[in-house]
């Protein structure tokens, strides 16, 4: 049987919200916001931490800032499905740093990965790295034409 997280508080929820919408807040600031003592929310901040719900406190860098303006969404599909294969595909995939997200989806893709990068060119340049790496049976992408909605922060509803 999986193992099944602690519901939050709250309190708790509170808290990841609000540091999910700014994780540089002083404990004096997030105290007064989510309107606990410094050391009440200190300690919620501490086992969060502890506990897995706060897996790490980062910077949301500027894609355009750094000249990463085109989002690129790469759908592959392999005829090969073996360990060996698998394990080639994730170490290739974790050395391109363009490539910001990797997912094994089911139905007839079977990989999908996110890229940023500044233009068409060096798409194709990221392309033809992918694929003299790696054998893939098919690779298409989709160019991001208008970001819509992207949020860093999870939704706290089911916990």
């Known amino acids: 049987m999986p193992s099944q997280s602690p519901a939050l508080d709250a309190y708790d929820?509170?808290?990841?919200?609000?540091?999910?919408?700014?994780?540089?807040?002083?404990?004096?600031?997030?105290?007064?916001?989510?309107?606990?003592?410094?050391?009440?929310?200190?300690?919620?901040?501490?086992?969060?931490?502890?506990?897995?719900?706060i897996a790490a406190r980062v910077a949301l860098a500027d894609p355009v800032k750094l000249n990463l303006e085109l989002t690129v969404f790469i759908a592959v599909r392999t005829?090969?499905?073996?360990?060996?294969?698998?394990?080639?595909?994730?170490?290739?995939?974790?050395?391109?740093?363009?490539?910001?997200?990797?997912?094994?989806?089911?139905?007839?893709?079977?990989?999908?990965?996110?890229?940023?990068?500044?233009?068409?060119?060096?798409?194709?340049?990221l392309y033809k790295k992918l694929t003299s790496r790696i054998d893939m049976q098919d690779v298409s992408a989709s160019f991001v034409m208008e970001e819509i909605k992207e949020v860093t922060a999870l939704p706290l509803d089911f916990v």
Not at 32 to 46: F, I, M, P, T, Y
Not at 81 to 96: G, K, M, P
Not at 100 to 113: F, Q
């Open 13 to 53: 929820k509170s808290i990841m919200r609000e540091i999910q919408r700014d994780s540089s807040l002083s404990i004096e600031a997030l105290a007064e916001r989510v309107h606990l003592s410094r050391n009440a929310c200190w300690r919620r901040l501490k086992r969060l931490e502890e506990e897995g719900f």
């Open 79 to 125: 005829a090969r499905h073996d360990a060996a294969w698998a394990e080639r595909f994730h170490t290739v995939v974790r050395d391109i740093p363009e490539l910001i997200g990797a997912y094994r989806t089911a139905g007839e893709i079977d990989y999908i990965l996110h890229a940023r990068v500044p233009d068409v060119a060096a798409y194709d340049r």
